[in-house]
């Protein structure tokens, strides 16, 4: 599972929300020539209509007509997309500081900025997000290898999960042991562990061991 965690950043998109034509523009140049790939968004409401799940990060202004930018930051946080968030502001206080990073906000700059402190900021915001990068990474793959469980296999997974042994699963489904055992080896197989025990492990990590 490492080589996907590994790889997950290299695919992170800058999303610049601005109500402001020309600073969306100004934006686009400087994160495009520094090698970043942008979307430009000139509301909240863009934004949400079109984030397709990808990995990266948000650069929203603060103060923005119709959705600002702490709701848009709460609306970021409550449905999980799986980006950090960098706060551009001209008029911070400290109560606003307080507030946006306790929102969910991984920094706030202050406007006016030079360049090589956007970027910094920005180099910042992602290597602070590769925790939660990786580990979203992670609990895509484990989901997308237990989509290619059959339903047998599945139900014996979440019993392995509980702590049964392949005795108590085979009296609890009504199957031989020995069926229980081919369906152990299997579900082993495809979620590309190497034991019973680094499945239960890989589970409870991810926080993942109630929907198997």
Excluded: W
Aim: charged letters at 25%; aromatic letters at 4%; glycine letters at 6%.
């Amino acid at each position: 599972m490492s080589e996907s965690c590994n790889n997950y950043l290299s695919g992170a998109v800058i999303h610049v929300v601005d109500d402001e034509h020309g600073v969306r523009e100004a934006l686009y140049r400087l994160l495009h020539r520094a090698g970043y790939t942008v979307q430009l968004h000139s509301s909240g409401e863009d934004y949400l209509k079109r984030y397709d799940g990808a990995p990266g990060c948000v650069i929203l202004d603060l103060f923005m007509p119709r959705m600002d930018g702490e709701t848009l930051l709460e609306e970021i946080c409550q449905r999980k997309h799986n980006v950090a968030v960098l706060v551009l502001t001209a008029n911070a206080t400290i109560a606003s500081t307080v507030r946006v990073m306790r929102a969910g906000a991984f920094d706030l700059l202050q406007k006016p900025f030079t360049t090589p402190e956007l970027l910094a900021a920005l180099s910042l915001v992602l290597e602070k997000a590769r925790p939660m990068f990786a580990m979203r990474a992670l609990v895509q793959e484990h989901r997308q290898r237990l989509a290619g469980l059959t339903p047998s296999e599945r139900n014996v997974m979440g019993l392995i999960v509980a702590g049964l042994t392949s005795q108590e699963i085979a009296a609890r489904l009504g199957n031989s042991k020995k069926t229980i055992d081919i369906h152990r080896s299997r579900v082993i197989q495809k979620m590309g562990v190497a034991s019973t025990a680094e499945l239960i492990k890989s589970c409870v990590a991810l926080g993942l061991d109630k929907e198997s």
